[in-house]
């Protein structure tokens, strides 16, 4: 439970996370204070060595690091790259505590081993409340979290928080403890002592004796000397990469047709069959009867399975195998759900919100009294707003490779969680995880989707029963139709002023809450008396965490809410927001950054006006204003502002682009994201219905950043979503009155 | 079977004449940067030239490339792997995210900025808006697109440094 | 300091996805149509076969990623083609056409269907189809006369 009893003596609300701060710190000042952060016991490369640096010349130095004759740097990289610029800016990490040339660094995907789950990521999608622990725990739990997090698969990509915690408390250890060891290395065979020789560009000087060398040359000895699991980091002053824009390394890749996604895998030395696939129209729902009599006579078709609970085609090219699939006539079992249509879905939120009244439901945060404020308040305003399902929709669609043969069993996919793929296909087709190994490749888009493995067990099933090397695709529709969501949800709003128009008391009540805990609570702001509660409602369709998460309907809620209530007090509404701000003073810089680039508090041109929104997620303060033109009586998006505070940005280009691409997913969901439900089953299917924001829609987009200081480094894939539909509804009130309460908005004004 | 020529070289493909053209360089001439993302020509990740004009190959069957010329995104740079002023753009501007999109993207600028070498915004608009980005990289891609036209100057190191 | 390690709601989502399929049905039923290595029997438009209307339906596949052709069916990308043999050009109802297809006072026959579908742009300017003209003479006949065989005197 997010306790919002206030503690004045901390500098922000958000006191619970004043603690994960300390660690941050401890890092950021580069001081000895690293306490018990995780690199491997020992230096255990004789295992991996095989694994990752097999090559000829090629020289593990530490699990993270290999070096090669070339004096080319290889940084491995235990999380997935699926544009958010991960492999590179980690690798930039590693690189500048290492003193690497970054020209000569290459980046490398870590295989999918227990060896590369990091404690701190473990702990962070385990159990977060450890990141707060103090700092005698830290050892324990950072020791439990390696073993721990290596049992419960947890090598995962999410949550904004590659940097963060594998960036921070692995990769730079890593790169720092590397360079001590190469100076070890140097300091023995040269006879000199330690302290004098420098380190610059992938090269070991020793001016006094005149000796110097490439790491090349020292990498083996390297591997050999002792290493400090506490090695001391970089001061911000020090820093020569970080917190530099330097071009990602797997850009040149990208733009010329060679990166390999998932789909694009071609196993050496196999040759493929390929599969298409048909899923239960509604959710749960099985096969009872298939007719493949025309199936059976198109060209390249080799087998038809019916698999129960989903059915596929294999053939010789994935087209063949679609055409046909598209012919098989398969009749499903009955669904029990009640829901068949999205009024049906909204029907059970209301019930459940209904039976939880003004005071019902489980307590996810309080302070003071909201329902006796709430009846003394000289003005109350109450709302209730609807948020859709929504689609990830990557534009590489899932797909998967597998190889079942001789007890063993390989996978070629793009995957945020690598070993809990495995061990889903392990207890899927009945081969030890030991025996299973997945490659991964680049991701074409996630956006969380691919936190779910239940595509890898599928191929898996199908190379099983056919014993071929089987690429399977899902086609646009099925990635539609036939996956997992962001919830839809319904959450009643209430909020009592005082006669000076200021926030007094504020309660809501909704049905979902997922992760993260703190999403649904506007802590951020200074309300005397809050309520947030939650009466459980099921979903018919399955829940999938979707870029933001929880962040991507409360966002829109509460933002959208205390826009209502500033309307209500006759106030602006940015300088409302700061009114409530008092003891949030890197929230109260970003909002006023905000306004000056936006010009906020100029008039706007005739049927135009702004919109703004602020939200913390994933350790980031963004703000955004958004215009809208209004003239044409449809919404037109001609500008956005943001200013976002992560702490310490590690690549501010980078950066940037992660927020530009938040804030275009973000305002794409909110223009068109909707899926309807006819009979229980997803009616949009492809692009044409489940429409996407394209250039000749998207707003131009302006991203300032602030480095607030010594505050822990906060991410940037997630925390450029959520307040972008807030500041557009509240932008399109501005301009004509309307509060719009639901989402999507495009079909409201045609 | 059809044959023409794939990025210079004549080709064959051994296939029904109606495999659309991107299943046919994916699969049979081992060519991956052209990309499947709907199979409806609404997304134009697997934009390639046909006679130098950019179609949607999942939609376009290898019959009607009977006797023509084909480039796909492996087509692009030059013969010593030279990057295109396009590509290079892309390259200074740091516009890929994910990258899945991009070679569709690239493959409709080229043929924009053949047509027109200084295009409007409303140009871009019109030539760009058949390639969607899930990533959102829209903003970079427009100003890859001025850059490699001349009409912007590229992105350097520095502008981007230090908040 | 709580002691008992709380899953966050992220993990536990993961979590629950991957229990969710651990109870996979075995295979239920399994259709060898041919083994891989076989010689795969080719299939060419006009190949050895008479019937026109079954050569048209394959054919037609290349369509089907945006055209169904079933009576009263929802129309997908776009509109559903049966009844459209002899159906006024940009008629079905349900169907959001180009101005090119709305505005049109004709009325589908197989000849004009032949002169679209050789070159849709050609033909209509304007048309929102810029994919799936189909080249091949022997294959738009096929289709034409699949479609024209779909066709039922209500339309739609």
Redesign the interface.
């Not at chain 1, 991960?86 to 660094?105: C, P």
């Not at chain 1, 096969?287 to 294999?314: C, H, K, P, W, Y």
């Given at each position: 439970m997010n306790d919002l009893s206030p503690d004045e003596k901390k500098p922000s609300k958000l006191a619970k996370w004043s603690r994960r701060g300390f660690i941050g710190a401890g890092v950021l000042a580069g001081g000895g204070l690293l306490i018990g952060i995780g690199v491997r016991p020992g230096n255990p490369i004789g295992a991996l060595g095989p694994k990752v640096a097999a090559g000829a010349g090629e020289q593990l130095v530490n699990s993270w690091v290999k070096i090669d004759t070339d004096n080319i740097v290889t940084a491995i990289v235990p999380h997935c790259?699926?544009?958010?610029?991960a492999h590179s800016v980690l690798a930039q990490m590693l690189a500048d505590e290492l003193d690497a040339s970054w020209d000569n660094v290459r980046v490398m995907q870590a295989p999918a081993d227990g060896s590369y789950v990091v404690s701190d990521t473990a702990r962070?999608?385990?159990?977060?409340?450890t990141l707060n622990?103090?700092d005698w725990?830290e050892p324990t739990w950072d020791g439990l979290f390696t073993q721990l997090g290596k049992s419960m698969d947890?090598l995962?990509t999410?949550?904004s928080s590659s940097i963060r915690t594998t960036g921070q408390h692995q990769m730079r250890i890593a790169g720092a403890a590397a360079r001590q060891m190469l100076i070890g290395a140097a300091a023995d065979a040269w006879e000199v002592p330690a302290e004098e020789i420098a380190t610059r560009d992938s090269m070991l000087v020793h001016e006094a004796s005149g000796n110097s060398a490439p790491y090349s040359e020292f990498a083996s000895a390297a591997a050999d000397q002792p290493m400090d699991h506490t090695p001391t980091l970089k001061t911000r002053d020090q820093y020569r990469l970080m917190?530099?824009?330097?071009?990602?390394t797997?850009?040149?890749?990208?733009?010329?047709?060679?990166?390999?996604?998932g789909?694009?895998a071609?196993p050496d030395g196999l040759?493929l069959?390929?599969a298409a696939v048909v899923r239960p129209p509604v959710p749960g729902t099985?096969?009872t009867s298939?007719d493949?009599n025309r199936a059976?006579g198109?060209?390249?078709?080799?087998?038809?399975?019916?698999?129960?609970?989903f059915v596929a085609v294999v053939a010789?090219?994935?087209?063949?195998a679609?055409?046909a699939m598209?012919t098989v006539g398969i009749e499903w079992s009955q669904s029990e759900s009640p829901v068949k249509t999205m009024d049906d879905q909204f029907a059970v939120f209301a019930s459940a919100l209904d039976g939880a009244g003004d005071t019902g439901g489980d307590q996810a945060a309080a302070r003071g009294d909201a329902p006796g404020a709430l009846a003394d308040a000289a003005t109350t305003i109450d709302a209730e707003y609807r948020a859709p399902y929504l689609a990830h929709?990557?534009?590489?669609?899932l797909n998967c490779t597998a190889h079942v043969a001789d007890g063993k069993c390989d996978i070629w996919t793009s995957t945020q969680?690598p070993l809990?793929a495995r061990?889903?296909v392990a207890?899927?087709i009945g081969i030890g995880a030991d025996d299973i190994t997945i490659h991964q490749q680049?991701?074409?888009?996630a956006?969380g989707r691919r936190?779910?493995?239940?595509y890898v067990?599928m191929a898996a099933?199908v190379a099983q029963?056919t014993g071929?090397p089987v690429k399977m695709?899902w086609?646009?529709e099925e990635d539609t139709q036939k996956a997992?969501y962001r919830c839809a949800d319904m959450s009643r709003m209430r909020a009592g002023l005082d006669e000076s128009g200021a926030l007094v008391a504020y309660d809501s009540v909704f049905t979902q809450?997922?992760?993260?805990?703190e999403a649904c609570v506007p802590a951020m702001y200074d309300i005397a008396n809050t309520s947030v509660r939650v009466a459980e409602a099921e979903l018919h369709l399955?829940?999938?965490?979707w870029r933001s998460?929880d962040h991507s309907q409360q966002g829109f809620f509460i933002e959208s809410f205390i826009d209502e209530a500033a309307a209500a007090a006759g106030a602006d509404p940015l300088d409302y927001r700061l009114s409530m701000l008092t003891n949030a003073p890197r929230h109260t810089a970003v909002l006023e950054k905000l306004a000056e680039i936006s010009n906020w508090r100029e008039p706007s041109a005739e049927g135009t006006a702004k919109g703004v929104a602020i939200v913390e997620s994933f350790g980031t303060i963004v703000a955004e204003v958004i215009e809208v033109d209004m003239t044409s009586g449809k919404p037109v998006l001609t500008n956005c502002w943001a200013v976002c505070d992560a702490g310490y940005?590690m690549n501010?280009?980078?950066?940037?682009?992660?927020i530009?691409?938040?804030?275009?997913?973000g305002l794409?969901a909110a223009m068109y994201g909707e899926l309807e439900l006819e009979d229980g089953a997803i009616?949009q299917?492809?692009?044409?219905?489940y429409k996407?924001?394209?250039?000749?829609e998207?707003p131009?987009?302006e991203v300032?950043?602030?480095?607030s200081g010594d505050v822990p480094v906060g991410g940037a894939g997630e925390p450029g979503l959520p307040p972008a539909a807030p500041a557009l509804t509240n932008a399109i009130f501005a301009a004509t009155g309307t509060r719009l309460r639901e989402l999507p908005i495009a079909k409201q004004f045609v | 079977m059809a044959s023409f020529i794939l990025n210079g070289e004549p080709i064959t493909i051994d296939a029904d004449p109606s495999m659309p053209i991107l299943w046919a360089v994916r699969e049979k001439a081992g060519l991956s940067g052209t990309k499947f993302g709907c199979g409806i020509a609404q997304c134009g990740a697997c934009t390639v030239h046909l006679d130098g004009q950019p179609v949607r190959s999942c939609s376009t069957a290898i019959s009607q490339a009977e006797g023509r010329e084909v480039t796909t995104i492996e087509g692009v740079a030059g013969p010593d792997g030279e990057l295109s002023k396009v590509q290079q753009a892309w390259v200074s501007e740091q516009v890929p995210q994910c990258g899945y999109c991009q070679s569709g993207q690239i493959m409709s600028a080229t043929a924009l900025l053949r047509d027109n070498p200084s295009p409007s915004d409303a140009d871009i608009d019109a030539a760009m808006s058949g390639n969607i980005c899930r990533c959102g990289t829209y903003t970079r891609i427009r100003r890859a697109i001025k850059v490699a036209a001349g009409i912007e100057q590229p992105r350097t190191e520095q502008a981007g440094e230090e908040a | 300091m709580r002691n008992r390690v709380i899953l966050a709601a992220g993990l536990l989502t993961v979590m629950v996805t991957a229990c969710g399929s651990t109870e996979q049905p075995a295979v239920v039923e399994q259709i060898v149509v041919r083994d891989r290595g076989e010689a795969a029997p080719v299939v060419e438009a006009g190949a050895g076969t008479t019937d026109l209307i079954a050569m048209g339906e394959d054919a037609f596949q290349v369509c089907a990623g945006c055209h169904v052709v079933e009576a009263g069916a929802r129309s997908t990308a776009g509109p559903n083609l049966f009844g459209v043999v002899g159906r006024k050009i940009g008629g079905l109802e349900s169907y959001s056409y180009s101005d090119a297809l709305a505005g049109s006072e004709l009325t589908w026959d197989e000849a004009n269907l032949d002169e679209f579908l050789a070159d849709p742009a050609g033909y209509l300017p304007g048309t929102d189809m810029l994919a799936g003209a189909v080249r091949d003479e022997e294959a738009r006949a096929a289709i034409i006369a699949y479609l024209a065989n779909q066709s039922s005197p209500s339309g739609e």
């Amino acid at each position: 439970m997010n306790d919002l009893s206030p503690d004045e003596k901390k500098p922000s609300k958000l006191a619970k996370w004043s603690r994960r701060g300390f660690i941050g710190a401890g890092v950021l000042a580069g001081g000895g204070l690293l306490i018990g952060i995780g690199v491997r016991p020992g230096n255990p490369i004789g295992a991996l060595g095989p694994k990752v640096a097999a090559g000829a010349g090629e020289q593990l130095v530490n699990s993270w690091v290999k070096i090669d004759t070339d004096n080319i740097v290889t940084a491995i990289v235990p999380h997935c790259e699926m544009g958010q610029g991960a492999h590179s800016v980690l690798a930039q990490m590693l690189a500048d505590e290492l003193d690497a040339s970054w020209d000569n660094v290459r980046v490398m995907q870590a295989p999918a081993d227990g060896s590369y789950v990091v404690s701190d990521t473990a702990r962070m999608f385990a159990a977060p409340f450890t990141l707060n622990a103090a700092d005698w725990l830290e050892p324990t739990w950072d020791g439990l979290f390696t073993q721990l997090g290596k049992s419960m698969d947890l090598l995962i990509t999410g949550g904004s928080s590659s940097i963060r915690t594998t960036g921070q408390h692995q990769m730079r250890i890593a790169g720092a403890a590397a360079r001590q060891m190469l100076i070890g290395a140097a300091a023995d065979a040269w006879e000199v002592p330690a302290e004098e020789i420098a380190t610059r560009d992938s090269m070991l000087v020793h001016e006094a004796s005149g000796n110097s060398a490439p790491y090349s040359e020292f990498a083996s000895a390297a591997a050999d000397q002792p290493m400090d699991h506490t090695p001391t980091l970089k001061t911000r002053d020090q820093y020569r990469l970080m917190g530099r824009s330097k071009a990602r390394t797997d850009i040149p890749a990208k733009i010329n047709g060679t990166a390999e996604f998932g789909i694009d895998a071609v196993p050496d030395g196999l040759e493929l069959s390929y599969a298409a696939v048909v899923r239960p129209p509604v959710p749960g729902t099985t096969v009872t009867s298939m007719d493949a009599n025309r199936a059976e006579g198109m060209s390249g078709v080799l087998q038809i399975l019916n698999m129960g609970n989903f059915v596929a085609v294999v053939a010789d090219s994935y087209w063949q195998a679609q055409q046909a699939m598209n012919t098989v006539g398969i009749e499903w079992s009955q669904s029990e759900s009640p829901v068949k249509t999205m009024d049906d879905q909204f029907a059970v939120f209301a019930s459940a919100l209904d039976g939880a009244g003004d005071t019902g439901g489980d307590q996810a945060a309080a302070r003071g009294d909201a329902p006796g404020a709430l009846a003394d308040a000289a003005t109350t305003i109450d709302a209730e707003y609807r948020a859709p399902y929504l689609a990830h929709a990557p534009m590489e669609p899932l797909n998967c490779t597998a190889h079942v043969a001789d007890g063993k069993c390989d996978i070629w996919t793009s995957t945020q969680v690598p070993l809990m793929a495995r061990s889903e296909v392990a207890s899927t087709i009945g081969i030890g995880a030991d025996d299973i190994t997945i490659h991964q490749q680049y991701l074409g888009g996630a956006f969380g989707r691919r936190l779910g493995s239940e595509y890898v067990a599928m191929a898996a099933r199908v190379a099983q029963a056919t014993g071929y090397p089987v690429k399977m695709i899902w086609s646009r529709e099925e990635d539609t139709q036939k996956a997992l969501y962001r919830c839809a949800d319904m959450s009643r709003m209430r909020a009592g002023l005082d006669e000076s128009g200021a926030l007094v008391a504020y309660d809501s009540v909704f049905t979902q809450r997922h992760d993260p805990a703190e999403a649904c609570v506007p802590a951020m702001y200074d309300i005397a008396n809050t309520s947030v509660r939650v009466a459980e409602a099921e979903l018919h369709l399955p829940f999938q965490a979707w870029r933001s998460v929880d962040h991507s309907q409360q966002g829109f809620f509460i933002e959208s809410f205390i826009d209502e209530a500033a309307a209500a007090a006759g106030a602006d509404p940015l300088d409302y927001r700061l009114s409530m701000l008092t003891n949030a003073p890197r929230h109260t810089a970003v909002l006023e950054k905000l306004a000056e680039i936006s010009n906020w508090r100029e008039p706007s041109a005739e049927g135009t006006a702004k919109g703004v929104a602020i939200v913390e997620s994933f350790g980031t303060i963004v703000a955004e204003v958004i215009e809208v033109d209004m003239t044409s009586g449809k919404p037109v998006l001609t500008n956005c502002w943001a200013v976002c505070d992560a702490g310490y940005v590690m690549n501010p280009d980078g950066f940037r682009n992660q927020i530009e691409g938040g804030i275009v997913f973000g305002l794409t969901a909110a223009m068109y994201g909707e899926l309807e439900l006819e009979d229980g089953a997803i009616v949009q299917s492809n692009f044409h219905d489940y429409k996407m924001l394209r250039m000749n829609e998207v707003p131009n987009i302006e991203v300032a950043l602030i480095n607030s200081g010594d505050v822990p480094v906060g991410g940037a894939g997630e925390p450029g979503l959520p307040p972008a539909a807030p500041a557009l509804t509240n932008a399109i009130f501005a301009a004509t009155g309307t509060r719009l309460r639901e989402l999507p908005i495009a079909k409201q004004f045609v | 079977m059809a044959s023409f020529i794939l990025n210079g070289e004549p080709i064959t493909i051994d296939a029904d004449p109606s495999m659309p053209i991107l299943w046919a360089v994916r699969e049979k001439a081992g060519l991956s940067g052209t990309k499947f993302g709907c199979g409806i020509a609404q997304c134009g990740a697997c934009t390639v030239h046909l006679d130098g004009q950019p179609v949607r190959s999942c939609s376009t069957a290898i019959s009607q490339a009977e006797g023509r010329e084909v480039t796909t995104i492996e087509g692009v740079a030059g013969p010593d792997g030279e990057l295109s002023k396009v590509q290079q753009a892309w390259v200074s501007e740091q516009v890929p995210q994910c990258g899945y999109c991009q070679s569709g993207q690239i493959m409709s600028a080229t043929a924009l900025l053949r047509d027109n070498p200084s295009p409007s915004d409303a140009d871009i608009d019109a030539a760009m808006s058949g390639n969607i980005c899930r990533c959102g990289t829209y903003t970079r891609i427009r100003r890859a697109i001025k850059v490699a036209a001349g009409i912007e100057q590229p992105r350097t190191e520095q502008a981007g440094e230090e908040a | 300091m709580r002691n008992r390690v709380i899953l966050a709601a992220g993990l536990l989502t993961v979590m629950v996805t991957a229990c969710g399929s651990t109870e996979q049905p075995a295979v239920v039923e399994q259709i060898v149509v041919r083994d891989r290595g076989e010689a795969a029997p080719v299939v060419e438009a006009g190949a050895g076969t008479t019937d026109l209307i079954a050569m048209g339906e394959d054919a037609f596949q290349v369509c089907a990623g945006c055209h169904v052709v079933e009576a009263g069916a929802r129309s997908t990308a776009g509109p559903n083609l049966f009844g459209v043999v002899g159906r006024k050009i940009g008629g079905l109802e349900s169907y959001s056409y180009s101005d090119a297809l709305a505005g049109s006072e004709l009325t589908w026959d197989e000849a004009n269907l032949d002169e679209f579908l050789a070159d849709p742009a050609g033909y209509l300017p304007g048309t929102d189809m810029l994919a799936g003209a189909v080249r091949d003479e022997e294959a738009r006949a096929a289709i034409i006369a699949y479609l024209a065989n779909q066709s039922s005197p209500s339309g739609e």
